[in-house]
Nanobody
Framework: QVRLVESGGGVVQAGDSLSLSCVAS????????MGWFRQAPGREREFVSA????????TYGSSLKGRTTMTSDHAKNTVYLQISSLKPEDTAVYFC?????????????????WGQGTQVAVSD
């Protein structure tokens, strides 16, 4: 049974930084590409970042590039998303996802496993 559990969301002030976590269980961590997506109210789900756990290759989407860093702790089967200089438009539900294999992917349909999401709300 594969489970992805996000945590770390909450209400923050504009300009603050935030770190989100995703703990994976039921899978061999190094065989997956892990991803972060976000979905704001009334908008489509948007790619944020992906990390290939076999070699830690990491890619970022355009919206948060320069303000976010995706990292991993293999001993804890956990990936992180660190966001800085948060803006009100960053308000969204942030989802963790997993894609089996080692091809770098960034499309929603390419990720089979998903967490339940964690809400981030940025106040101006």
């Amino acid at each position: 049974q594969v489970r992805l559990v996000e945590s770390g969301g909450g209400v923050v002030q504009a300009g603050d930084s935030l770190s989100l976590s995703c703990v994976a269980s039921g899978l061999t961590f190094s065989k997956y590409v892990m991803g972060w997506f976000r979905q704001a109210p009334g908008r489509e789900r948007e790619f944020v970042s992906a990390r290939r756990l076999s070699d830690n290759t990491t890619t970022y989407g355009s919206s948060l590039k320069g303000r976010t860093t995706m990292t991993s702790d293999h001993a804890k089967n956990t990936v992180y998303l660190q966001i800085s200089s948060l803006k009100p438009e960053d308000t969204a539900v942030y989802f963790c996802a997993a894609s089996f294999g080692d091809l770098m992917v960034d499309a929603e349909y390419q990720f089979y496993y998903w967490g339940q999401g964690t809400q981030v709300a940025v106040s101006d």
